[in-house]
């Protein structure tokens, strides 16, 4: 069962062939067999059987929804009523959100059941799941290597097949990244197009949720049921949510996909660099023309995020101060000892590593040369795609530099690090949506994605060019040698 | 551009944080090779250009004056570290 996909899945159980409560049992089993792998944050396997149950219900009734019945692992960054939402971190190590968040609801309406709460890096700040309060994730490609990150727990989830799909949320490369380095598909759509509401908050401008699942076909149901405007969510864009699955098929003649030679160059592993060649050669056979294309500003992408995320961060990180929720100090002295301690003991090191680098860049006398010089970057960084995309219609590259790390390699060298995100922190700055789907292998066996980036909310595209290369191709089809 | 101890202790108290002996030397290295990383920026002109914001560049919406959301005071107090009689407790500030 657990080898199916989401849409494989709907077709079983409107059939009869099995139950929600039996699918989602088996799902259940599974991430207790594969526990070491620790993708998981939270399960409440009674609450998620009670739901299942009701799915079933429903589903006898003939009042199935979109996703009746289907259990779905979601980051342990969304707000949900009556389970613990930690977000990787101690600061919330108790803390059950009074509220879910608006994309945990329309699951709810859409009739998901809600498998569990996946592992993450703190706060989201991280590129290998390392920096978790709950202990690093393993890829099951190879357990010494790391998942990638932020949304680490999730891509384990969905590569492992512990979860038919996930959510995850990207901020910088966050679904993306983990997509490309367990083998699977992962979605960041427009900022504006998901709901923020009930996602904590890393870096408001630029955090959005996204489905990461095993097939395009699958991401495009995923993004049908979490899209659309929300007046909770200030930045939520009203705009009519396309319907995804009927532009899935459509041909890919005459497609101009543009390649960025500096997507290419230096720093990019050469066996990536064949493996993302083959693949857009895959395209080129399937009629689409190549196009070279310049985005003369994207190598100041890195270090114009590392402003703007963290400045951002260490404003909407200061609402963790022991009052109204989540961890308190045990002893202090007067107020502000309080707020220093619990602010000291909640967070760990790169969580104070990026408050301690927001606070500077937004500290008296530092703004200018820092925070605006940073937006005014971003400004360049958008521009360029949007010139690009007169050009041409999707942008291809890699998703990453390189296949999966061992885990300890870069925890000591942030920069390092911080140089995994190279190809997806710009989409982030432009706002605009990109897709990782796996591509082949390298020579030890380890997942390589292709990255595609599409125009200010051209998802709709971006699922149909990731389609049709998984309709000749068998890459996501591909799983690691966790027992089958 | 890189930091001295003085500069991280100063940022930490800024953040309400607090870097010990053992820790100083380990943020001042790390913190100094991000700035040096960000310091790239610096070597394209952006006199000309105009901050962004925002993906969408538009302002923020407004809404209408009407009580939307219900009192739920005791459901967001059930998770507090400390309250009483509807108000959450923190160490005294005035004596």
Redesign the interface.
Known sequence: MHTKTITELIVGLRAGEFSSEELTSHFLDRTQQQKDLNAFITIDRDATLEQARAADRALKQNEANLLTGIPLAHKDIFCTENMLTTCGSKMLY???S?YSATVIEKFNRCGAVILGKTNMDEFAMGSSNETSYYGPVNNPWDRDRVPGGSSGGSAVSVAARLAPGATGTDTGGSIRQPASLCGITGLKP???RVSRFGMIAFAS?LDQAGPMTQTAEDAALLLQAMAGFD?RD??S?DKTVPDYMAELDNDLKGLRIGIPKIFFAEGLDSEVAAVVEAAIDEYRKMGAELVDIDLP?S??A???Y??LAPAEA?SNL?RF??????Y?AEE??????????T??QG?GEEV??R???G???L?SGYYDA?Y?????????I?NDFDQAFEQCDVIMGPTAPGTAFKQGEKTD???SM?LNDIYTISVNL???PAISIPAGFDKQGLPVGLQIIGR?FDEARLLNVAHRYQQVTDWHRQMPAVER | MT?GRD??QK??I?????VNEQELEH?TR??S????????????D?SS????????DVS??L?EDRVGETD?RE??Q?????TENGF?L????IE
């Open positions: 108790n803390f059950v009074p427009s900022y504006g401008s007046e200030s930045t864009v500003n190598s100041l890195v270090p114009c590392y402003v260490s200061s101060d022991g009052v109204r929720y989540g308190r202090y002295k007067d107020l502000n000892d309080m707020y220093t301690r602010r000291t967070f104070k590593r408050i301690m680098i606070t500077y860049a500290s820092y605006l010089k940073a937006q005014k970057l971003r400004r360049l958008s060298d942030p920069v911080y432009a706002g605009i200010y | 930091l500069d991280i940022i930490a800024l953040a309400r944080l607090e943020y790390t913190l090779q991000i700035l040096g990383l960000i310091d790239q920026m610096n070597a394209v952006t250009v105009s901050p962004m914001a925002h993906p969408q923020l919406r809404r739920r459901q967001f059930k998770i507090a570290p400390e959450y923190v160490p005294r500030v």
